[in-house]
Each structure stands twice: as C-alpha cells, then as structure tokens.
C-alpha cells in the first residue's frame, strides 16, 4: 500500500483481556518496528523485524507481550492479560533499509489502546 | 541506556517569531533524526544528519548535528500556524543496533496567528 497501516485505531479493553494489533507495511520494506508512546513520554523501541532474521525482542517490557511477522510482511503485536499501565499508543513503523542515514521509517497512524 | 533530553518541553509562539529546539544525551549517535508528529497521526521524518557538526536546511527549518555527535538543534525562521505540532528528535544507536532509535519525549510547538 501507499502507507504503513494499523488496525484497529482505537481498542478499549478490559484489564485482563488480550488484545492484538495489526500492522501492514510499505510493500518491499524488509524491516519494520513496533515502539509505544505513552502519554508524556518518547517512543519507547519495542521489537524489530528485518528480513527472516530473528527479531530484535530487547525493548518488549514483559513476556506478556509478543509480536510476530507472518511472510515478511504483515506484522501482529499481541499483549495478554492487559493492564492499566499497557494504555499507550502502539506505533509501527517500516523501513527500506537500515544503518547511519538508510533508516528512513514511514510510521503508521497508530492503534490506541485504553485497558479499564 | 542513552537517553535524549529535548528542551524546551512546551512553546507556544506568534506567527512570525523564530524559534530553537534542543534535543541533548551525554551518549554518541550514529545518526539523529528530527520527527514531525499531528494529533492522531505517527511521526513524519523532517531529516537525517549523520556527521558531527553537519547543517541541513529545509525551507524554513536548519538542523545541526553537534561535532560530537551528542546533541542536535532545530531552528525555525519566521513560524507559521502550519508548524504547529509534537518535534521529536531520535538517535540512532551506535554499533550494530543502530536501527534501534532513542527518542526524546518531544517539544510541543503552537504557533498562533
């Protein structure tokens, strides 16, 4: 497509429940990025996909997140058993290449998750 | 951990007036970006610098990459209403996690007409 998108745009939930995000990147960018935006602070790094390398997990903020890329292409961020502190704004990004320079994200809209 | 301090955190200008957004770590970077980011939108990248002391200038916005590669400004001549919105900068890490970006937690700009 012309651009990053990401469903749904907004999710509330309950504490407790899972939830999945979706992401669909630019078509023929090999690496794509999840980073959350919570209110009043930066984009926090997530995980990073490249290609069919492994994934890049460092930045996810308890095993009750995951994320995977199905095809290098479409990408789902999932988080069990929710909790207040996981409202935030989930981000996706992608990208041609990476490295000094070569990183030019294209970001999503984002998906706005609220846990009551 | 590298951390990027973004100054001033709030600015609320008139059109017209010039303006500087600092974006400080005390950690190298191999590159530093500047993002533009509209309420309910994803951040849109302005540039990239990638050597020390390295200017880019695009219309009315100059950014400078500091010698060390550990701070980077934004300046904006003569703002506009159409300005208006979240400046993020970002570092890229340096090494081969240089995909990983750190960002600063943003300067909200209003520019009133």
């Known amino acids: 497509g012309a651009g990053v998108s990401q469903s749904p745009s907004n999710k509330v939930t309950e504490k407790g429940k899972d939830v999945e995000l979706r992401c669909d990147p630019i078509s023929g960018h090999t690496a794509l990025y999840w980073y959350r935006q919570s209110l009043g602070q930066g984009l926090e790094f997530l995980i990073y996909f490249q290609g069919n390398s492994a994934p890049d997990k460092s930045g996810l903020p308890s095993d009750r997140f995951s994320a995977e890329r199905t095809g290098g292409s479409v990408s789902t961020l999932t988080i069990q058993r929710t909790q207040q502190e996981d409202s935030a704004v989930y981000l996706c990004?992608?990208?041609?290449?990476?490295?000094?320079?070569?990183?030019?994200?294209?970001f999503g809209a984002g998906s706005r998750l609220t846990v009551l | 951990t590298q951390l990027l301090e973004q100054s001033p955190q709030f600015l609320s200008i008139q059109e017209g007036e010039n303006l500087t957004v600092y974006c400080n770590s005390s950690s190298v970077f191999s590159s530093l970006q500047w993002y533009r980011q509209e309420p309910g939108e994803g951040p849109v990248l302005l540039v990239t610098v990638v050597t020390g002391g390295e200017v880019k200038k695009l219309k009315r916005l100059t950014f400078q990459f500091g010698d060390a590669r550990k701070d980077s400004s934004l300046h904006i001549t003569a703002a506009q209403p159409g300005d208006t919105g979240l400046y993020l900068c970002?570092?890229?890490?340096?090494?081969?996690?240089?995909?990983?970006?750190?960002f600063g937690k943003g300067t909200l700009l209003t520019v009133n007409p």
């Open positions: 970002a570092g890229g890490a340096s090494g081969g996690s240089n995909y990983k970006l750190t």
């Open positions: 990004a992608s990208s041609l290449g990476t490295g000094p320079g070569a990183n030019v994200l294209t």
